[in-house]
């Protein structure tokens, strides 16, 4: 058998090219030469192609998928404590398994009251985080490598105070209507847009909406002029928002107050674009719904109740379009237990938020719970996301 030290640099590097972050920093200590070709930006290049192409669906089959979980935990000292989690579920014997390699936020310093995912792509995620006294952080997390990287203040300014402002005018401004994450392919850079509104008395104590947006390679905030006319509503729910195909994508309420609709910004154009839902939705009827991806199409779950789900409602849009056409693919149901979908482990399978906070995964075909996996959310605020791990850093000089 060949010893390592007999290979040559080309095999060696296809070797360590298949292996996920973690293993790859412990590598770097058995020479120069590795620790070189591990940073080199070709190689990180070449790392994240290969997970990507061992997690990606393919004739409704993945190789080894990776999980990433934000979830509240309970502390020793009986505190509450937001982490990320991830799990490595093997489709052949349907075993997940912890990795060792929880990320806490209380590690970032941050005196966070609550915190949401804002989109990932490529190994990074955006995080929001939800402070005291109605104060917000951006952070960017490349969880695989322990790295974050807080994003500056706002370009934005903020208004004059109000002559006679109300609690709730002063919490209108501070809040961010609308935030997303994700790539530009044109520039190949990552980018964090933000949706600030606030009461202003120019014309008569009307909303005034301002936009910016952050790119990773400036590190610094700039304002865009929107293309639209107004704004419509952005819900809190970070649930009810997703990065798809170089778009970042809110469920949100229409200009008119009524309708509703999906407001999805393109990140290489900087311009809004306003897609309508499908023709049977109502803004009265009860329904929960929730944007998810699956496969290369834009998904829409629609289910009846967020306290105890009796079916799930798939509605998908045409293939690598943002602006097409709305179709049933699926009725999931009758469900019992399940309090909501999350998103799609591959095509016939869809991990799902039970009642009393775990993770389940829900095979469609044989319309059984298969596996229960070891996720628990106290809060039952779950954020899954099928993730892949990359070399790529937001900071080097940050670590988690």
Not at 1 to 18: A, G, N, P, Q, T
């Amino acid at each position: 058998m060949s010893r390592i030290s007999d290979l040559s640099e080309e095999v060696i590097e296809d070797i360590l090219s298949l292996l996920s972050p973690e293993p790859l920093m412990r590598f770097k200590c058995v020479s120069k030469s590795w620790h070189a070709l591990i940073d080199d930006q070709k190689f990180v290049a070449k790392q994240l192609t290969n997970q990507i192409q061992s997690s990606s669906t393919n004739d409704n089959k993945r190789g080894s998928p990776c999980i990433l979980f934000k979830h509240q935990v309970v502390t020793s000292c009986g505190e509450n404590e937001t982490v990320l989690s991830f799990l490595s579920y093997d489709n052949k014997t349907e075993a997940a398994t912890l990795a060792n390699c929880d990320v806490s936020l209380k590690s970032m310093n941050l005196p966070y009251k609550y915190c949401g995912v804002i989109g990932h792509y490529n190994g990074i995620v955006g995080l929001i985080v939800h402070a005291q006294g109605f104060k917000f952080y951006f952070i960017l997390v490349n969880p695989a490598m322990r790295e974050f990287r807080l994003l500056p203040e706002s370009c934005i300014p903020p208004p004059p105070p109000l002559h006679s402002p109300s609690c709730y005018e002063l919490e209108d401004f501070n809040y961010p209507k609308g935030v997303g994450f994700g790539y530009d392919h044109k520039i190949d850079d990552y980018k964090v847009v933000r949706i600030w509104s606030y009461i202003t008395q120019d014309f008569g104590w009307e909303m005034s909406v301002r936009i910016e947006v952050f790119t990773l390679k400036t590190d610094c905030w700039r304002e865009i002029n929107t293309n639209l006319i107004e704004i419509p509503i952005v819900h809190g729910d970070f649930d009810c928002a997703t990065y798809f195909n170089g778009f970042f994508c809110w469920w949100v309420t229409g200009i008119d107050g009524e309708s509703k609709v999906i407001l999805a910004f393109n990140f290489s154009d900087e311009a809004f674009q306003i897609i309508p839902s499908p023709y049977t939705f109502s803004f009265w009827d009860a329904s929960t719904r929730i944007l998810s991806v699956l496969g290369e199409s834009l998904v829409l779950f629609d289910f009846d109740s967020p306290v105890a789900v009796n079916h799930v409602d798939v509605w998908a849009m045409d293939e690598y379009c943002i602006d097409g056409t709305w179709s049933k693919i699926l009725i999931i149901g009758p469900l019992e237990g399940i309090e909501r979908p999350l998103v799609f482990l591959k095509k016939d399978e869809l991990l799902m938020g039970d009642i009393n906070g775990q993770v389940v995964l829900y095979n469609i075909g044989t319309k059984q719970i298969s596996n229960r996996l070891p996720f628990y959310d106290i809060s039952k605020k779950w954020s899954v996301e099928i993730y892949v791990k990359s070399l790529l850093s937001v900071n080097r000089s940050s670590r988690v």
